[in-house]
């Protein structure tokens, strides 16, 4: 049995022209009939480091009962010269979350996958106690399961208080062993009996992972690196698929 959240992660590679330059993580997001895939905005454009592709590659599964059988799927990241994703801004600046529009008839006929839905996002008011289990679903470093082509999860918590803004951003912060290639990707609690949840995803979709936090004052040979990460909260999905 393969667990559909798997399904719902979406493996990143982003490309300059025939040249290939990153490895990043993303997800399905579904709202009515329009798909979109979700990742970090940083994976897209990246203005202080020069990171600047124009089209990225995803991986399909395109048999369902047969997950090892897979194939690329391109996405350009421009046309006419104007970016096709979108970001947003809050009061606090530039929100590292990014989101591209699919069109679902380009698809393989037979591909497999599954997509977060506004169903899964949490409810205004609705509580994440401090220290809740969480699970990061990406490809760090791009590793994954190369016969199947499936992501791996990481264990994670809250380890701020869910809601409130740390340090004014719009972000949360996670207690993580995260990689290189993760950001963009879907950081989810399980439920169980929720109300309105899609039926085989029972998670909540709280956030998207985006970078590992440090400290500029850390000693590289007396202190380890924190291990904390910040998430972005995930309702911002419903301002940008809107």
Same mark, same amino acid.
């Given at each position: 049995?393969?667990?559909?959240?798997?399904?719902? @992660?979406?493996?990143?590679?982003?490309?300059? %022209?025939?040249?290939?330059?990153?490895?990043?993580?993303?997800?399905?997001?579904?709202?009515?009939?329009?798909?979109?895939?979700?990742? %970090?905005?940083?994976?897209?454009? *990246?203005? #202080?480091?020069?990171?600047?592709?124009?089209?990225?590659?995803?991986?399909?599964?395109?048999?369902?009962?047969?997950? $090892?059988?897979?194939?690329?799927?391109?996405?350009?990241?421009?046309?006419?010269?104007?970016?096709?994703?979108?970001? /947003?801004?809050?009061?606090?600046?530039?929100?590292? =979350?990014? =989101?591209?529009?699919?069109?679902? $008839? @380009?698809?393989?006929?037979?591909?497999?996958?599954?997509?977060?839905?506004?169903?899964?996002?949490?409810?205004?008011?609705?509580? =994440?106690?401090?220290?809740?289990?969480?699970?990061? &679903?990406?490809? #760090?470093?791009?590793?994954?399961?190369?016969?199947?082509?499936?992501? &791996?999860?990481?264990?994670?918590? =809250?380890?701020?208080?869910?809601?409130?803004?740390?340090?004014?951003?719009?972000?949360?912060?996670?207690?993580?062993?995260?990689?290189?290639?993760?950001?963009?990707?879907?950081?989810?609690?399980?439920?169980? /009996?929720?109300?309105?949840?899609?039926? *085989?995803? #029972?998670?909540?979709?709280?956030?998207?992972?985006?970078?590992?936090? *440090?400290?500029?004052?850390? *000693?590289?040979?007396?202190?380890?690196?924190?291990?904390?990460?910040?998430?972005?909260? $995930?309702?911002?999905?419903?301002?940008?698929?809107?």
């Amino acid at each position: 049995m393969i667990e559909p959240i798997l399904l719902s @992660a979406a493996r990143i590679h982003t490309f300059a %022209s025939l040249t290939a330059l990153t490895n990043a993580s993303g997800f399905f997001f579904q709202r009515e009939e329009r798909l979109f895939l979700v990742t %970090s905005r940083h994976v897209l454009h *990246d203005q #202080p480091s020069g990171h600047a592709p124009d089209r990225i590659e995803i991986e399909l599964h395109i048999d369902a009962d047969n997950v $090892a059988a897979s194939t690329g799927f391109s996405i350009p990241l421009y046309r006419d010269g104007q970016s096709l994703w979108r970001q /947003g801004k809050d009061r606090a600046g530039e929100v590292d =979350v990014a =989101v591209i529009e699919i069109d679902r $008839a @380009a698809f393989p006929e037979k591909t497999s996958y599954r997509a977060f839905s506004p169903s899964n996002l949490i409810a205004p008011g609705e509580h =994440v106690p401090l220290g809740s289990s969480l699970l990061v &679903v990406g490809f #760090p470093l791009d590793f994954h399961d190369t016969l199947h082509h499936m992501p &791996v999860v990481r264990q994670a918590i =809250v380890a701020s208080s869910f809601g409130l803004r740390f340090g004014g951003e719009g972000y949360f912060l996670t207690d993580a062993r995260t990689h290189r290639g993760t950001s963009g990707a879907p950081v989810v609690m399980r439920i169980a /009996g929720r109300p309105g949840a899609a039926g *085989d995803m #029972p998670w909540l979709l709280l956030g998207i992972h985006s970078a590992r936090l *440090d400290v500029g004052t850390r *000693d590289a040979h007396l202190d380890e690196a924190l291990g904390l990460n910040c998430a972005w909260y $995930a309702d911002v999905l419903m301002a940008l698929t809107s």
